[in-house]
């Protein structure tokens, strides 16, 4: 009897486990890094819709890698993109929780230097924060 209990506490054990694969039914991973899905995934004590602010807030800021490269139009939507990424993440994630998922997409080299060119671009743009769409 024993050696059944043990068996089923295993099965349940290993079932359980493969709960915490990046599950799509809840969280769109779509357009994420895996290392970057998978660390958002592994913070199991957040809610669907934090999850759902740092991938929106994820797929944002790593569009903003390739920024330099952009024609000016494309520029103004990345940044566009990331303002309202970020507004919708500040409505439910900590700043430092913010700062931790950019740790994770961003060179600690580059950071600096990106995150610079952003907050420079974005002062020229003005948006109205009641039209933003958080996912």
Known sequence: M???KLVCLGLITIMSSGCQVISPLFVDYNGVRMDVAKWIN???????QQKRSLVQLSKAQ???YQIENKQEEQRIQIIKENMIAIHC?????TEHKIKQLQNQIFDQDEKQH???IYNQQ?????MDLNAMQCE
């Not at 592994?42 to 669907?48: A, F, G, V, Y």
């Open 2 to 4: 024993n050696q059944f």
């Open 42 to 48: 592994n913070h199991q004590l957040l809610s669907m």
């Open 62 to 64: 790593q569009k903003l």
């Open 89 to 93: 993440a500040q409505a439910y994630l």
């Open 114 to 116: 990106i995150l610079a």
């Open 122 to 126: 974005r002062q020229k743009i003005k």
